[in-house]
DNA sequence: ACAAAATAAATTGCATACAATTTAATTGTA
DNA sequence: TACAATTAAATTGTATGCAATTTATTTTGT
């Protein structure tokens, strides 16, 4: 009962967030291996599989990063042949990138990845959308605060 | 309703956790620019108010780090002279790591932040503790697949 | 129309993460 | 007790993240 309490890491919610983020890449690295692709890579493709098409600012948006991490991410995608980019003819200050039938193919093959994955983690289908809920709740909130600068 | 569902980025349990986990030490930074640590300095520095003394091993099975990460920064935090190192008199191949009373002082000027960025998280008394429980279900569990081996 | 403001990527710099390797020291064991 | 196996940190190399700056282009306000 000290007044230092709230700075211990077991009263922290910040911390099992960062810890398991951490782990559930981690385990995620053994799977995506195989397809050489890094766990950032993959959610990249995600995005390029569901939209074929989208500038970098879109997949930015996507998956809360900027340019500075997408570039050079995206420039191997280009290399490992999954995608490709141009100057968009409406706005050449934007980037387009594309999936390519390279990227397309990759995605048969990794429709087994999500289940094995799932397998890892502990939880019931109820505790997954509860946690799911939860922090899709958190991420909302601060969608909020950033767009209320 | 495709085969392809699984694949999709809102069906995704690991990618609201990813997204939040950036999220939140992203929203910790300016509160943490204050005191000029990083949100890994600032929870490295949680273990040494805790333990006062502890092993870089130590350290790194409470954060879930290795010494590659934490090398390098308990560098910059004996540098900034919040803690000091010294090889262990027991054991030549272990570091000690012992909090000075610049790092005691840290804690006290600390002690507001938990609370603030508490502040930024939208979840009730109840829905946080939920979070936790889940949380932490995962991160036991992933302990277990990883002692097993 | 045109200068100023805004925008999209790219670039730069710093701080993680973490696998893999190396180095030094300790343990277990034949 | 030699000596192989193990262990703890440090080192090396690759890949993020993200703030800040730069560059090129487009919008806006007058």
Known sequence: MSKYDCLKLENQLCFP???CAKAVTRHYK??????????????????????KSASVKEIGECLYLDSGTLTPLINKLESKGYIE???SDDDARGVVVTITEAGKKLRDKMVKVPNAMGGCVALSEKEAKELYTLLYKILGHFD?????V
């Not at 909020?144 to 209320?148: F, K, L, V």
């Open 17 to 19: 967030l960062y810890a």
């Open 30 to 51: 053994p799977l995506l291996d195989e397809f050489d692709l890094t766990y950032t890579q993959y959610i990249t493709m995600m995005v390029m599989w569901e939209k």
């Open 85 to 87: 980019k141009h100057r």
């Open 144 to 148: 909020e605060i950033d767009s209320e």
